[in-house]
């Protein structure tokens, strides 16, 4: 099994920035992606970056240019710095790890961390 911590959630006035990381820890052979994901009160889970281990990265259109996602594949750690917040960036924040367990294929997983929130304050 693939464990996420996460840290660096909390309470922040409008165009402040705060500083997410996620761990992964467990069963981990090879790490494809981590990143980030989110959710908003009363709306499904969307994407706000996802850095894969070539380097490339995926990013929601509402967060390009204010929210930068740095990876250590070492420590298989996920870091996201988040700038110049809106209140619209409200939610409980998800960190997210995709690879393999063992050389098999067929040991695929697909990890969730427990979330952290993020309330940003007019």
């Known amino acids: 099994q693939v464990q996420l911590v996460e840290s660096g959630g909390g309470l922040v006035q409008a165009g402040g920035s705060l500083r997410l990381s996620c761990v992964a820890s467990g069963s981990i052979f090879s790490m494809v992606a981590m990143g980030w994901y989110r959710q908003a009160p009363g709306k499904q889970r969307e994407l706000v970056a996802v850095r894969n281990s070539g380097g490339g990265t995926e990013s929601g259109d509402s967060v390009k240019g204010r929210f930068t996602i740095f990876r250590d594949n070492a420590k298989n750690t996920v870091i996201l710095q988040v700038n110049n917040l809106e209140p619209e960036d409200t939610g409980v924040y998800y960190c997210?790890?995709?690879?393999?367990?063992?050389?098999?294929?067929?040991?695929?997983?697909?990890?969730w961390g427990q979330g952290t929130q993020v309330t940003v304050s007019c």
């Open positions: 997210n790890a995709r690879g393999y367990s063992t050389r098999s294929t067929y040991s695929v997983f697909d990890a």
